[in-house]
């Protein structure tokens, strides 16, 4: 079993802690894996991205190779695209339908949904306002996890014993919030 | 014992409390922070006797590190790769001391420039100073030689310097930790007097004596576990590879069933010369991966290129800049390029920004509103998030070369007949190198408008202590500043209209002015509140 992700989005959304929800469980399933992130200068409000690499095997490059990606998960719709050398051939892309507007030449949404039109295998789906519905408007991004959790190769139990670990000592209101979002965003279809 | 999951820099940290660490003085630079933090964090809140501070700068700190090692015990210093020019002075006449408690120096260098202004390479240094240097080629392998390497530094009485790259930093995976070894106690070595004054006449035994440990250095890294010639079956091959640090990550990414070619890895220097002279004679050429400058390729190829063919960066086979990757390094290798989608044109591009409510923005605006009357101006930054003041919609900055660089530059130009001659400087980056550059400026009368934009961390690299918090106005004052011609203000949009009078008023004013708007990062603002919360719960 081997699964390599891209998480991407803007600096400052969040997706440091669905790569600790994945990382996690990928722990406990006993998996090797590697997870490189970006720091410093991108943390304003520039594009970040995360390279998640799980196996059964040890991980030998930090770095996900060109076309490779199994799976690309954005908090974005723009910055998804941005990694679309990495995907493989049939890879998927999941992300969050809102733009994050923070540039003076963010392009149309018609024509990044256009860009959208060629790529076979996607879910795009609106996480804020999913968890906004379930009254847990901060747990966007365990929604965008759920709704990735089928392509990932872990086993759904693992993904919210992830949650549990990760959001234990914040209480177990927020454990259930975003158990909750993650189980909407995997029944999300459409 | 399950495995933890680890940053690089994590892992470094962990490694040296378990190895009895006592302190680590360092300053903070990306990719390196993290290494200083999780040891704060650890000593926090297991009240652990374990120093971990933020020094002024990069020679303070190592200064500071190498008086807790001449007292016996075990300290680390941290710092990015162009934070070791800063501590450069010190760090090429420890290797004439030499250490008497174990003594670890960590340059974190950032190839492809991820967020720094050069892609120094940082072997370079231990070359220089002619000391071991470890590269550790994965988490678990920076753990262990930290671990070991504390050991080695002592029995050897001399600092390693460890050098990681961005991508081993910054990167997670599942560490192994082993025991903790207790703290060593204070104990001055006897002969102390003969190695740490370095006056002509000892300096001139201490270089012979590091001379000689050359042979012990190299018979090290012929030993090394960690530098590991692999040689497959068949006798005779074209070409065999030599792979440092963490490109023998990418090389073993492109042959998942294992070499097909003899490769020797390399995680320790100096270079381990048998296990060189085995591999060039198994092959017909050698081609060499390396992170950063072409090193042990130069010294492979030699000027009168004699040996074998070496193939590398140098002769195209890689690109001279830049990081490598999984995907170069298979290009390098000969194998077929992979097919990839290319970016779609409609990605724009989405480059870091000053925050919304940050009060460099505030400064920005003022100054720019002002200089529109100044066309001749030209403002002279510095190394913090002002320096996103030079992107749009500021683009109000007309430089930014190293730590202090504003203040120091500013003066020259002035003197050079820049008018007005403008330097913005953060208060982390003030105190870092800018304060000697302003007693010049005072000492020379010179005429400038010096803005220390302050708002009381390091910005940055994510909010660590700055040394001179609540006392710039004053280190300003001490210095020689006219207190007529020292403000502060509070940059808000409130204040816009004073500040600009007040930056006008200074630029008139025919010498030296500082201006001090002074408001805290929201980020560590917002942080702080939150960890309040935090703990009320």
Redesign the interface.
């Known amino acids: 079993m081997k699964t390599d992700i891209i998480l991407a989005g803007v600096g400052g959304q969040g997706i440091l802690s669905i790569a600790a929800v994945i990382g996690e469980a990928a722990l406990e399933d006993g998996l090797f894996m590697k997870q490189s992130e970006v720091h410093g200068m991108s943390q304003r409000g520039g594009d970040v991205q995360s390279n998640l690499r799980i196996s059964d095997r040890p991980v030998a490059s930090d770095l996900i190779p060109l076309a490779s990606a199994d799976i690309i998960i954005s908090l974005e719709p723009m910055e998804a695209l941005r990694y679309l050398p990495y995907l493989k051939p049939g890879g998927w892309i999941v992300t969050n339908s809102r733009p994050f507007e923070n540039i003076p030449d963010y392009p149309p949404m018609e024509n990044i949904m256009a860009e959208y039109g060629r790529i076979e295998n996607k879910i795009i789906l609106d996480v804020e306002q999913i968890a906004k519905d379930l009254g847990s408007a901060r747990s966007s991004n365990v929604v965008l996890l759920g709704a990735a959790s089928p392509y990932l190769g872990i086993s759904f139990d693992k993904l919210e014993n992830g949650i549990r670990n990760i959001f234990g000592r914040k209480g177990e209101a927020i454990v259930e919030n975003n158990l909750k979002a993650l189980r909407a965003g995997k029944e999300y279809r459409k | 014992m399950?495995?933890k999951?680890f940053l690089g820099d994590e892992a470094i940290a962990q490694a040296a409390i378990d190895a009895g660490l006592s302190g680590v003085y360092s300053y903070p630079g990306?990719?390196s922070?993290?290494i200083t933090e999780y040891i704060q964090n650890y000593a926090a809140k297991t009240q652990a006797p374990v120093k971990a501070v933020w020094c002024s700068n990069e020679k303070t700190a190592m200064e500071t590190a190498l008086g807790m090692s001449y007292a016996g015990k075990r300290s680390l210093s941290c710092m990015k790769h162009v934070g070791l020019n800063v501590a450069a002075d010190c760090f090429m006449n420890i290797s004439m001391s030499g250490i008497n408690g174990g003594m670890l120096i960590v340059t974190a260098d950032d190839p492809s420039m991820?967020?720094s202004q050069n892609e120094q390479d940082n072997r370079n240094y231990g070359n220089f100073a002619m000391i071991p240097v470890f590269e550790p080629s994965n988490q678990q392998e920076a753990y262990d030689m930290i671990y070991e390497g504390f050991d080695l530094s002592e029995r050897w009485g001399y600092p390693i310097l460890v050098r990681i790259t961005t991508?081993?930093a910054?990167?997670?995976?599942?560490v192994a930790t082993r025991a903790q070894r207790p703290q060593n106690t204070v104990n001055v070595a006897d002969d102390s007097r003969d190695r740490y004054i370095l006056l002509p006449a000892i300096a001139r035994r201490r270089f012979r004596t590091l001379l000689d440990k050359q042979d012990t250095f190299l018979e090290a890294s012929e030993n090394s576990k960690y530098n590991q010639l692999i040689l497959p079956d068949a006798e005779a091959h074209h070409t065999g590879i030599v792979a440092c640090g963490?490109a023998f990550?990418?090389l073993?990414?492109n042959f998942?069933e294992g070499f097909s070619n003899p490769v020797l890895k390399i995680s320790q220097y100096p270079l381990p010369k048998k296990q060189l002279l085995k591999l060039a004679g198994s092959c017909r050429e050698i081609l060499v991966l390396e992170d950063g400058y072409p090193i042990v390729e130069e010294q492979l190829k030699g000027y009168l290129e004699l040996g074998p063919k070496v193939r590398g960066r140098l002769d195209g086979t890689l690109s001279r800049d830049g990081e490598l990757?999984?995907?170069n390094v298979?290009a390098a290798l000969g194998m077929s390029p992979?097919?990839?989608?290319?970016?779609?044109a409609?990605?724009?591009?989405?480059?870091?920004?000053?925050?919304m409510g940050c009060g460099h923005r505030d400064v920005y605006e003022a100054l720019n509103e002002v200089l529109k009357e100044y066309p001749s101006a030209r403002v002279f930054s510095d190394i913090g998030?002002y320096t996103?003041g030079a992107l749009?919609p500021f683009r109000a900055i007309d430089t930014c070369i190293d730590m202090g660089a504003s203040i120091t530059m500013a003066r020259g130009a002035a003197e050079a007949g820049i008018y007005p001659s403008v330097a913005v400087i953060g208060d982390s980056t003030f105190t870092h190198s800018g304060m000697t550059g302003l007693l010049d400026c005072v000492n020379a009368d010179a005429n400038l408008l010096i803005i220390i934009s302050d708002n009381e961390t390091t910005g940055?690299?994510?909010g660590q202590d700055s040394a001179g918090t609540g006392r710039i106005h004053a280190i300003c004052q001490g210095l020689g500043v006219a207190p007529e011609h020292l403000h502060g203000i509070v940059p808000l949009k409130k204040n816009f209209l004073e500040m600009k009078s007040l930056i006008r008023k200074e630029i008139e004013y025919k010498g030296v002015s500082v201006i001090v708007p002074c408001r805290e990062c929201i980020q560590t603002h917002a942080r702080k509140v939150r960890n309040k919360q935090t703990v009320t719960?």
């Open positions: 399950r495995k999951l990306t990719p922070t993290e991820h967020s991508r081993m910054h990167s997670r995976a599942g963490i990550n990418y073993q990414e998942p990757t999984p995907d298979r992979v097919v990839a989608t290319p970016v779609p409609v990605v724009a591009r989405r480059p870091p920004a000053l925050c998030c996103l749009p940055m690299t994510g719960i």
